[in-house]
């Protein structure tokens, strides 16, 4: 099946410092979503990319549909400690029943 | 709005009971899905379904059973829970593309 990879499974940044993060595939995907898990909550969308090469940003999240659309990436710049979580991409393929695909997640730390 | 609510948060099942985690929506969606996450493991699918009365396998569906009878409602059942089940559950829906999620239910088996 369809397989997202991001690496690594941590990452430690100091607080005011960007992150970026990517998100690849062997597959085509017609859409990538970045969601944000909380601790003890469910994920939530930060952004959906619907169109290869598209950029989108939501605050300080940018995030680019990959020319390929095999790969996104999501930006956090200027980072403060509630930016602490697990990124989560996904992606879905092509096809009308193709479902999405998450990666394995991307836990953030923010050191004050 | 409540969106996707999730029921019981917590539970401790024994190996070889039974029980049915609830998932309702109140957003009209026609898919739903449950997903379970283990530590580094991202989420895998379990079920899903396009609509009443339709469901499907997902990546990791032995153990588990599904049923969708409204468009509300997609609850997940355990027949016999063994400690491989334990784990964080997500149900999900959406209507095209974007999942939302409940909260999670944090089962453990012992």
């Known amino acids: 099946g369809q397989q997202l990879n991001q690496s690594p499974q941590s990452m430690f940044i100091q607080e005011g410092e960007d992150v970026s993060m990517n998100c690849t595939s062997s597959s085509i995907f017609n859409t990538w979503l970045w969601y944000k898990q909380d601790p003890g909550e469910g994920p939530v969308l930060l952004i959906a990319l619907y169109k290869a090469g598209e950029l989108t940003s939501n605050g300080r999240l940018t995030a680019q549909f990959g020319i390929t659309r095999k790969d996104s990436f999501l930006n956090i710049s200027a980072s403060i400690p509630s930016d602490v979580g697990i990124y989560f991409c996904a992606g879905r393929g092509q096809g009308a029943n193709s479902k999405l695909t998450f990666g394995k997640g991307i836990t953030l730390s923010v050191r004050p | 709005n409540a969106g996707v609510t999730q029921t019981p948060k917590f539970r401790i099942l024994k190996i070889g009971q039974s029980m049915t985690l609830q998932c309702t929506q109140d957003m009209n969606h026609n898919y739903m899905y449950w997903y379970r996450q283990d530590p580094g493991m991202g989420l895998k699918l379990i079920y899903y379904?396009?609509?009443?009365?339709?469901?499907d396998k997902g990546e990791v569906p032995n153990g588990y059973n599904v049923s969708r009878s409204t468009t509300e409602d997609f609850p997940l059942r355990l027949e016999l829970a063994a400690p491989s089940q334990t784990s964080v559950y997500f149900c999900?829906?959406?209507?095209?593309?974007?999942?939302?999620f409940g909260q999670g239910t944090r089962l453990t088996v012992v």
């Open positions: 999900a829906s959406s209507f095209q593309i974007v999942a939302f």
């Open positions: 379904s396009v609509g009443a009365g339709i469901t």
